[in-house]
Nanobody, 127 residues
Framework: VQLVESGGGSVQTGGSLRLSCAASGMTYRRSCMGWFRQAPGKEREGVAAIYTGYNGFSYHSTYYADSVKGRFTVSQDSAKNTLHLEMNSLKPKDTAIYFC??????????????????WGQGTQVTV
């Protein structure tokens, strides 16, 4: 599995950015893909995740950290195997390197970075 992020950059307070993560080699019917971020001098933290399940048809469930609820939206384009993170009303405290991560199975521990086996290289977001 390879994950490649794009879409980072610099934006003023209150602005918006859209991050994308192109995934290749993801063949799991059930999977969890997430966004993490790491600010300078801080530990990596879970931002949002999306679970893809299968019950005769594919369905999704989303998860968010309290700090981004109502401002960030995670989505997945299954046809293109791409994960997105729409970030609105950005604040200086959102400044960090954002990482895409993936794993097979559920999203019960979506904010636990050690549960994810696949990672992208990260993209810088500066507010």
């Amino acid at each position: 599995v390879q994950l490649v992020e794009s879409g980072g950059g610099s934006v003023q307070t209150g602005g918006s950015l859209r991050l994308s993560c192109a995934a290749s080699g993801m063949t799991y019917r059930r999977s969890c893909m997430g966004w993490f971020r790491q600010a300078p001098g801080k530990e990596r933290e879970g931002v949002a995740a999306i679970y893809t399940g299968y019950n005769g048809f594919s369905y999704h469930s989303t998860y968010y950290a309290d700090s981004v609820k109502g401002r960030f939206t995670v989505s997945q384009d299954s046809a293109k195997n791409t994960l997105h993170l729409e970030m609105n009303s950005l604040k200086p405290k959102d400044t960090a390197i954002y990482f895409c991560a993936a794993k097979a199975g559920d999203c019960y521990r979506w904010a636990e970075e050690r549960d994810f086996g696949y990672w992208g290289q990260g993209t810088q977001v500066t507010v």
